[in-house]
């Protein structure tokens, strides 16, 4: 587990519409906000995924750089892309399993033909500018994410009040 005010690991994956996304060479002004998504074959991540986007620009205004990856395979990420109208959303493809551990996310195996054999299960990171964790949700099931539109309201109020990272001890 990373606790908050601590470094997190490394983190380079490459980007749909190419490119790569180097979590250490981010410049966000305020934070990142790495997105951990199923894959194309989850529909929920497609509902999460698409409230992002509307809230995105709000989250940019905010000075938050925002990142949604997967391991998917670029062929799969291009689709996600397509099939759910993410025209706005930075996508990262290709993240590994062993990566996927290092940050704590948990690892499911497909149970239908649908599934990739292996996948991550969701997770949101925010990273602040020096590669300290912030806060992070994870979850074990594709449901019970963070609303973005709550998590918009309440780093708002973070910033304003300079607010600091809990659940560190």
């Known amino acids: 587990m990373i606790k908050p005010r601590t470094q997190v690991p490394p983190l380079d994956v490459r980007l749909v519409g190419g490119g790569r996304f180097h979590l250490a060479g981010a410049a966000p002004d305020y934070m990142t906000m790495l997105v951990f998504y199923r894959g194309h074959h989850c529909p929920i991540c497609k509902k999460n995924l698409k409230q992002l986007q509307t809230q995105l620009a709000a989250f940019q205004a905010l000075g938050i750089q925002v990142v949604a990856i997967s391991t998917n395979s670029q ?14 959303v930075t996508l990262g493809y290709g993240l590994t ?71 560190e001890a």
Do not use: C, H
């Open 97 to 167: 399993i062993e990566k996927a551990r290092e940050w704590g996310l948990f690892i499911s195996e497909g149970i239908s033909d649908s599934e990739p054999a292996e996948f991550s299960e969701p997770g949101l990171f925010l990273v602040l500018p020096d590669g300290m964790l912030y806060a992070a949700s994870i979850q074990t099931m594709p449901f019970t994410r963070p609303d973005f539109e709550e998590l918009l309201g309440g780093l708002t109020f973070v910033k304003n009040k300079n607010y600091p990272a809990r659940g």
């Open 75 to 88: 062929q799969l990420a291009d689709k996600t892309r397509q099939d759910w109208g993410l025209d706005d």
